[in-house]
């Protein structure tokens, strides 16, 4: 089991930017991938963006390409989420995931690991 810890959730209105990041503990991520998935209340949980920890590709849903960034620093064992231009429809509460796999699924399911989860806010 890797312990995973989201931050850098809040409030902030349309138009601004936030950073999240995901602090994974106990293991190294190696050989794995990391994901980041959101909840909007009444709504499933959705995928956001991805990626490979071994060779940095990275995948990200249709809402938010172009909007969004996932990197990761190896070193820190520390994945990030830029989100810049926030809508209101991105409001909900943002989880990291990480699989043992390095493949990035858009599927929840395909995760071993969660976070707790930090909301993030967007006002209009």
């Known amino acids: 089991q890797v312990p995973l810890v989201e931050s850098g959730g809040g409030s902030v209105q349309a138009g601004g930017s936030l950073r999240l990041s995901c602090a994974a503990s106990?293991?190294?991520?190696?050989?794995?991938?990391m994901g980041w998935f959101r909840q909007a209340p009444g709504k499933e949980r959705e995928f956001v963006a991805g990626?490979?920890?071994?060779?940095?590709?990275?995948r990200s849903a249709d809402s938010v390409r172009g909007r969004f960034t996932v990197s990761r620093d190896s070193a820190k064992n520390t994945m990030y989420l830029q989100m810049n231009s926030l809508k209101p429809d991105d409001t909900g509460v943002y989880y990291c995931?990480?699989?043992?796999?390095?493949?990035?699924?858009?599927?929840?399911?395909?995760?071993?690991?969660w976070g707790q989860g930090t909301q993030v806010t967007v006002s209009s």
């Open positions: 990626i490979n920890w071994n060779n940095g590709s990275t």
């Open positions: 106990g293991r190294t991520v190696s050989n794995g991938a």
């Open positions: 995931a990480a699989r043992r796999g390095a493949i990035v699924y858009s599927t929840s399911g395909a995760y071993d690991d």
